[in-house]
């Protein structure tokens, strides 16, 4: 058997390994990293704890000052730092000081007007027609109750809020919408480039018809909204408001509602008996509305409809009696019988009213009666109001005739039915009693109201312009008086125009300045010596008239 050679250098190996030692010296390093892994775990929880601890007090301290924060500011009867109201900083003021402090400021605000503006057009609505009003007693109240009136999360929440500077109050305010959109109306009327609409007249036995024309209308609930906002601000710098305007289109002619306006059955004249009663005759008017439609299919400026005019058999010239035996009312304004032009479109509407007869029920229009206004008509180039300045215009005056005529029917008792007042103020009837017209624009409208038909009688020569109206006394007639008082005044402001034909330094006036008022024109109605009634007529705006100063450039 042969022996085993030994190999000394596996025995060397296998004498220096020892796995016992090895372990050994391995089992600190793991023991010491274990422990800090558990050292590190106790420390993070320990963290944790301390942080709860500390989250836990800092929110007890908060509560405890919120509620001792909160029960203080219940018991302060003044409004909270940083609390303003539309702006103006109430901070600490008690309700009596921030009332005072606000009303200085908005009764301020109630006393500027309201200037509108379009392009070179300007006017003013008055205070007194807005009729603004503000709420001041709710604001200050809010201001007096932020930050008392909640719970304690809700008052220091508003409390943090108003500190920093981001509580501002609204003041509530209200205006008198349906008297403003009145007068948006009126200075529809006024707007150089404003829309006309279609219109008609008669003329002998043609029915004449215009179709309107394209034009400007004011967006009148735009207008509002910008009122308002600039009313609500507690700024007292008297701001220009822009006019919004819409391109618009007048409205298709209606032949069958004109029809219907126009059509009148042929009526003879009679008597009754217990009580006696006077019917005059009537003329019956028609016209072909299919044919009507036919010639209206064309473009034209103007449309003339044939009329179908039935005269009655029995007039109450025949049967011998008077159907207009009482003068009801007149009226007189004077002119300047010098200027030809102006007198003689005073006459031609005087021409156009006279003799008109309207029955009970019916409603007379002004502009329907005279027709357009035009040089073919016979009217001449006289003084009229627009775009703010006195200019020379096609049948200048004629308002003259409309505002007589509106006296001469308030004196008669008659329902008005459309007026509106002038733009500026007129020399020739009181403020509040006048009536403008513009053909297509504006119309004088009144309705007979009475129980018998009436004739109105019209003249105009040596400077007098005198209306009447005729018909039958009914049993109770009241006396008719008036009494106007001036609300506010408008004072006027001045307009300067370069022009390069006058030397430098060299001013002249072209339009002398006026100014504007708004009056409230009470209707007395009176019956043996007492007064029965006394009735708000009407609220009327005159804007200031600008004075207009050229002034020179030429060097």
């Known amino acids: 058997m042969k022996k085993k050679k030994l190999n000394w250098e596996e025995l060397e190996k296998k004498a220096t390994y020892n796995p016992i030692i090895e372990e050994t010296e391995e089992e600190p390093i793991k023991k010491k990293r274990r422990k800090r892994k558990k050292i590190n775990i106790k420390k993070i929880g320990e963290n944790k704890t301390l942080l709860a601890t500390i989250i836990f007090i800092i929110i007890l301290v908060i509560m405890i000052f919120s509620v001792i924060f909160a029960i203080l500011n219940i018991n302060n009867n003044n409004i909270l730092n940083g609390v303003k109201i539309e702006g103006i900083d109430v901070s600490g003021l008690s309700r009596e000081e921030a009332k005072?402090?606000?009303?200085?400021?908005?009764?301020?605000?109630?006393?500027?007007?309201?200037?509108?503006?379009?392009?070179?057009?300007?006017?003013?609505?008055?205070?007194?027609?807005?009729?603004?009003?503000?709420?001041?007693?709710?604001a200050v109240n809010e201001a007096i109750s932020l930050g008392k009136?909640?719970?304690?999360?809700?008052?220091?929440?508003?409390?943090?809020?108003?500190?920093?500077?981001?509580?501002?109050?609204?003041?509530?305010?209200?205006?008198?919408?349906?008297?403003?959109?009145?007068?948006?109306?009126?200075?529809?009327?006024?707007?150089?480039?404003?829309?006309?609409?279609?219109?008609?007249?008669?003329?002998?036995?043609?029915?004449i018809i215009t179709p309107g024309q394209e034009g400007i209308k004011i967006s009148v609930d735009n207008l509002i909204n910008r009122i308002k906002n600039t009313l609500k601000t507690a700024s007292s710098n008297q701001q220009y408001i822009e006019i919004p305007m819409d391109n618009v289109w007048p409205d298709k002619i209606d032949i069958e509602k004109i029809h219907d306006e126009i059509y009148k059955e042929v009526q003879d004249a009679y008597l009754t008996e217990n009580p006696i009663t006077i019917h005059p005759e009537v003329e019956g008017v028609d016209f072909d509305i299919e044919e009507a439609?036919?010639?209206?299919?064309?473009?034209?400026?103007?449309?003339?409809?044939?009329?179908?005019?039935?005269?009655p058999n029995?007039?109450?010239?025949?049967?011998?009696?008077?159907?207009?035996?009482?003068?009801?009312?007149?009226?007189?304004?004077?002119?300047?019988?010098?200027?030809?032009?102006?007198?003689?479109?005073?006459?031609?509407?005087?021409?156009?009213?006279?003799?008109?007869?309207?029955?009970?029920?019916?409603?007379?229009?002004?502009?329907?009666?005279?027709?357009?206004?035009?040089?073919?008509?016979?009217?001449?180039?006289?003084?009229v109001y627009e775009n703010g300045e006195v200019v020379d215009g096609i049948g200048g005056g004629i308002c003259q005739i409309s505002s007589t005529l509106y006296n001469a029917v308030?004196?008669?008792?008659?329902?008005?039915?459309?007026?509106?007042?002038?733009?500026?103020?007129?020399?020739?009837?009181?403020?509040?009693r006048d009536a403008t017209v513009a053909y297509g624009v504006t119309d004088f409208k009144f309705k007979n109201s009475r129980k018998y038909a009436i004739k109105i009688k019209a003249s105009a020569s040596n400077g007098v312009a005198t209306i009447e109206i005729f018909g039958i006394k009914e049993e109770v007639e009241y006396q008719i008086s008036f009494d106007t008082k001036t609300i506010s005044t408008i004072p006027y402001t001045v307009k300067y125009i370069d022009d390069n034909t006058l030397k430098t330094g060299t001013e002249v006036v072209k339009q002398k300045g006026a100014n504007g008022i708004v009056t409230e024109t009470y209707l007395i109605k009176s019956l043996n010596g007492q007064v029965v009634s006394n009735t708000l007529l009407s609220k009327d705006t005159y804007s200031a008239m600008q004075r207009i100063v050229l002034r020179g450039t030429k060097k």
């Open 100 to 138: 005072a402090k606000i009303e200085t400021v908005y009764n301020a605000k109630k006393e500027e007007d309201i200037i509108l503006k379009y392009n070179d057009f300007e006017t003013t609505i008055s205070q007194d027609i807005l009729e603004t009003n503000y709420d001041l007693d709710k």
């Open 149 to 207: 009136d909640g719970n304690i999360i809700t008052n220091n929440y508003n409390i943090l809020f108003a500190l920093l500077g981001k509580k501002n109050i609204k003041v509530d305010m209200s205006i008198n919408e349906e008297q403003i959109k009145d007068e948006i109306e009126n200075i529809q009327t006024n707007i150089p480039g404003t829309i006309i609409e279609p219109d008609y007249y008669v003329e002998n036995d043609k029915l």
């Open 293 to 311: 439609k036919k010639i209206l299919e064309n473009d034209s400026e103007q449309y003339e409809i044939p009329l179908k005019i039935t005269k």
């Open 314 to 383: 029995v007039t109450m010239e025949q049967i011998g009696a008077e159907a207009f035996p009482n003068k009801i009312s007149f009226y007189s304004t004077r002119y300047d019988g010098g200027d030809v032009n102006r007198s003689t479109n005073l006459e031609l509407a005087c021409e156009k009213i006279n003799d008109v007869i309207v029955l009970p029920g019916e409603t007379f229009s002004y502009n329907k009666t005279l027709g357009e206004r035009s040089k073919a008509a016979g009217y001449k180039t006289a003084k």
């Open 410 to 432: 308030l004196k008669a008792n008659l329902e008005i039915v459309e007026r509106r007042n002038h733009q500026f103020i007129t020399s020739y009837v009181e403020e509040g």
